[in-house]
């Protein structure tokens, strides 16, 4: 897969040809004409000219690549990733473009919620010892639901979890490891809500 911005061109999509008329493959066509999974991730960050390509491509069964015309493999799947619903920027995500209808309807929309499991055995492979992950965890999923409690305009990620612990590991307090893996320069106020209940 590939994660896209708004830099990215079709030629991230298509390949290219050089100079010497020598073709450029990418992933995708390897995937497309194989078969296989490709991952367009930060989709909704993406040049609206990638998902012209991919509309075309999902839609008609076959795509021009600069080389020649390749049908779609009957084992290939799409799936692009996303911050938001495709509706553009949030005040979290404000980078993001409105994706175009034609691309969304292409796609079936799937919430896939926060897997704390997950988040918890990837913060033990932090080198943190485990009875100091399991503390950072408990005032990060603390911090998690007050944010949502108190509906601010935070991202509380598994990130947080899992870099915090790296910076634990390194040596920072637990309040270092807040203020700059989760209250962020917050304002007073918000960070109020944030902390509810937090103990280090």
Request: aromatic residues 8%; hydrophobic residues 35%.
């Given at each position: 897969?590939?994660?896209?911005?708004?830099?990215?061109?079709?030629?991230?999509?298509?390949?290219?040809?050089?100079?010497?008329?020598?073709?450029?493959?990418?992933?995708?066509?390897?995937?497309?004409?194989?078969?296989?999974?490709?991952?367009?991730?930060?989709?909704?960050?993406?040049?609206?000219?990638?998902?012209?390509?991919?509309?075309?491509?999902?839609?008609?069964?076959?795509?021009g690549?600069?080389?020649?015309r390749?049908m779609?493999?009957?084992?290939?799947?799409?799936?692009?990733?996303?911050?938001?619903?495709?509706?553009?920027?949030?005040?979290?995500?404000?980078?993001?473009?409105?994706?175009?209808?034609?691309?969304?309807?292409?796609?079936?929309?799937?919430?896939?919620?926060?897997?704390?499991?997950?988040?918890?055995?990837?913060?033990?492979?932090?080198?943190?010892?485990?009875?100091?992950?399991?503390?950072?965890?408990?005032?990060?999923?603390?911090?998690?639901?007050?944010?949502?409690?108190?509906?601010?305009?935070?991202?509380?990620?598994?990130?947080?979890?899992i870099?915090?612990?790296?910076?634990?590991?390194?040596?920072?307090?637990?309040?270092?490891?807040?203020?700059?893996?989760?209250?962020?320069?917050?304002?007073?106020?918000?960070?109020?809500?944030?902390?509810?209940?937090?103990?280090?």
């Amino acid at each position: 897969g590939e994660s896209f911005c708004g830099q990215s061109s079709k030629s991230d999509m298509k390949g290219f040809k050089t100079a010497n008329g020598v073709y450029e493959s990418v992933a995708f066509r390897k995937q497309y004409e194989q078969g296989g999974v490709y991952l367009l991730d930060e989709v909704d960050g993406a040049n609206p000219n990638i998902l012209l390509v991919l509309n075309s491509a999902l839609s008609n069964g076959y795509i021009g690549f600069p080389d020649k015309r390749v049908m779609k493999h009957p084992d290939f799947y799409a799936i692009a990733a996303a911050n938001t619903w495709g509706n553009g920027a949030t005040s979290t995500y404000v980078g993001r473009q409105v994706i175009d209808e034609a691309t969304l309807d292409r796609f079936s929309m799937v919430h896939v919620p926060l897997d704390e499991q997950l988040e918890q055995e990837v913060t033990y492979m932090s080198g943190l010892p485990k009875d100091e992950c399991d503390r950072w965890l408990r005032i990060v999923r603390q911090v998690r639901r007050n944010v949502e409690s108190h509906g601010l305009k935070v991202s509380v990620s598994p990130r947080a979890s899992i870099s915090g612990a790296k910076l634990l590991h390194a040596g920072f307090t637990f309040k270092d490891t807040v203020e700059m893996r989760l209250t962020k320069g917050s304002s007073p106020e918000v960070m109020n809500k944030m902390m509810q209940d937090v103990i280090y």
